[in-house]
């Protein structure tokens, strides 16, 4: 076929209807609906997003472009990368050295506390005006902030940069540093909804005392974004069409607001480390094509100790999506996306709502106060834990695919990062359960009741559910009667055994047990067929779906203090 001819090809126009034959056919007669899928906010995800749905938005998706232009203005992002230093001249040599890499702000974030120097902070001086800034203080660390005496009035234009301090400071107008900060409700384990919610509740008491452009043009906004990739980029474009909508509530014109981004830590393992590459690709993508206007990617060690190769990667995670997919040249790469339009409208209703919720239980610092907003947090992360717990939320390398054999670092994250130290992560409960792995002496086997063919699938997975809890069971040959499976549970000395094998199979052999091993059955069964095995001495089952946590700590407490 021709270039040509390949242009001249037509195919023919399909409804919505005809998909959805095909794809109930494709999925073995089950209907179309059982392919949605709802958020942890409750939004339901459809399997396909036509034109036609898009349509009936009305205005609303040109509203939400209208809001992403207006609010971002230009495109492409800052690389915000971290600098790790040990005094103010090695900040300043490496922070010069990585702006030379592809970093392209400088960004102070307090990982000690440093004495500057006249001469130090005339150096600085003279970055700060080359290049657009980030400094992350503590109250016990603002010393830096000296920097602007070096800096005539006339040159105060030249800077541009944010400030997030503990408490309030002064400085040039250019300069924004009231920081509206979503991170601490993401590390509680908020939703979008809640993020956005709580995001547009501080925003009306901020502007409620004060005049709305000026305390608008000192503003910022902070966000962490995980791996759910279209949620996340509706998430920050939702936020430019609340913001937009807000504005008009009060009858004022859009002020910008710079949108700082970072890879979010919830998502983050300390068990197969390298994993988190991934995760923070993924969070990377979903920041710049969402519309963020810097990003910080924190390393794939970042939970353990930062090797100097490691934050290199992570730097060269942002500039790789800048070089390779050019998404640093549109401004809403996004827009018209009949999947992305639709999502980023269900979460402005639903943020919009949760803030009138705030508003009518008295506001952000009332909810605060009261502890209604913590609570209501709290219920979501339970339900987070939970699908964690149960493996309806993936973590590839720690409760899934697991390497029981992976050496686990000790080291904790530097206590300079304390909003990371204390954030809530989904992969903590495993990472707990590994290292309790190595705290016992426990023998298990995976006993196959019948010949490999017919038992190598839960084999197998009973083997990936052991290694999540850093368990390497045995396996057994083929047993064929209770004699064999006695001879065997007492040769091997087993604290532990997992049964795998067809109903009729163990029917016919757990009723001659003898042994003080802990026995479980592999599958979900009725009711009335584990009474009965638990009569002759089988404790339980494992299956898909199980609250794989509690179930690996149990048998985990089976095992002897390791000498």
Not at 257 to 279: A, G
Request: with cysteine; proline share 3%; hydrophobic share 40%.
């Amino acid at each position: 076929m021709t270039i040509e001819s390949m242009k001249g090809t037509k195919f023919p126009k399909r409804t919505y209807d005809e998909w959805q034959k095909a794809a109930e056919k494709a999925i073995g007669g089950k209907p179309a609906d059982s392919l949605k899928t709802k958020t942890i906010e409750g939004i339901t995800l459809k399997p396909l997003y036509t034109k036609e749905m898009l349509e009936e938005l009305g205005e609303l998706p040109a509203f939400q472009q209208e809001a992403v232009r207006t609010g971002k203005r230009s495109a492409g992002w800052l690389v915000a990368q971290e600098v790790l230093a040990e005094s103010p001249e090695d900040f300043l040599l490496k922070t010069k050295e990585d702006l030379t890499k592809g970093n392209e702000m400088v960004v102070y974030t307090s990982s000690r506390q440093f004495e500057w120097t006249d001469t130090a902070l005339e150096r600085l001086a003279d970055l700060l005006l080359k290049h657009p800034f980030y400094f992350k203080l503590t109250s016990e660390d603002t010393g830096i902030l000296r920097v602007f005496d070096f800096i005539e009035e006339p040159q105060h234009s030249r800077l541009s940069g944010v400030i997030f301090s503990e408490e309030e400071v002064a400085a040039p107008d250019n300069v924004r540093t009231k920081l509206v900060d979503t991170v601490p409700v993401h590390h509680a384990g908020g939703t979008i909804v809640h993020e956005l919610g709580v995001a547009l509740s501080i925003l009306a008491e901020s502007i409620k005392d004060g005049n709305y452009k000026e305390t608008a043009s000192n503003i910022w906004i902070r966000f962490a974004v995980d791996t759910q990739f279209f949620q996340e980029i509706a998430k920050l474009r939702a936020f430019r069409g609340l913001w937009k909508a807000f504005s008009e509530a009060y009858g004022e014109e859009v002020v910008s607001i710079p949108v700082y981004t970072e890879t979010s830590v919830r998502s983050y393992s300390k068990l197969d480390p390298y994993v988190n590459l991934l995760r923070a690709g993924n969070a990377t993508f979903a920041a710049v094509l969402g519309g963020t206007d810097a990003h910080t990617v924190h390393p794939h060690d970042f939970l353990t100790v930062s090797q100097k190769s490691s934050r290199r990667i992570a730097r060269n995670v942002q500039l790789v999506i800048k070089e390779e997919s050019h998404v640093s040249r549109v401004l809403d790469a996004s827009a018209g996306s009949y999947f992305i339009e639709q999502l980023t409208n269900e979460y402005i209703e639903a943020a919009w709502n949760y803030f009138l919720e705030i508003e009518a239980a008295g506001g952000y610092s009332e909810v605060i106060k009261t502890g209604w907003l913590t609570d209501d947090i709290q219920s979501k992360w339970m339900e987070r834990k939970k699908l964690a717990a149960e493996r309806k939320i993936s973590l590839i390398g720690t409760n899934v695919y697991a390497n029981p054999q992976e050496a686990i670092k000790e080291h904790s994250i530097d206590s300079s990062h304390l909003e990371y130290i204390t954030a809530k992560r989904l992969a903590t409960p495993f990472e707990k359960l590994r290292a309790r792995s190595r705290e016992v002496e426990l023998r298990t086997a995976i006993i196959h009741m019948g010949p490999l063919k017919d038992v190598k699938a839960k084999s197998d997975f009973v083997e990936g559910l052991l290694a999540v809890g850093g368990i390497e069971p045995d396996i057994s040959p083929e047993i064929k009667d209770s004699v064999m499976l006695n001879q065997y549970l007492a040769e091997q000395q087993l604290d532990y055994a997992v049964l795998c094998g067809d109903p009729e199979k163990m029917d016919a052999i757990i009723p001659g047990l003898k042994t003080a091993a802990v026995l479980d059955v592999a599958g979900r069964f009725s009711a009335e067929q584990m009474n009965s095995w638990k009569s002759f001495g089988i404790s339980g089952a494992v299956y898909t779906g199980q609250d794989i946590v509690n179930k690996l700590e149990k048998i985990l407490n089976l095992g002897k203090k390791a000498l």
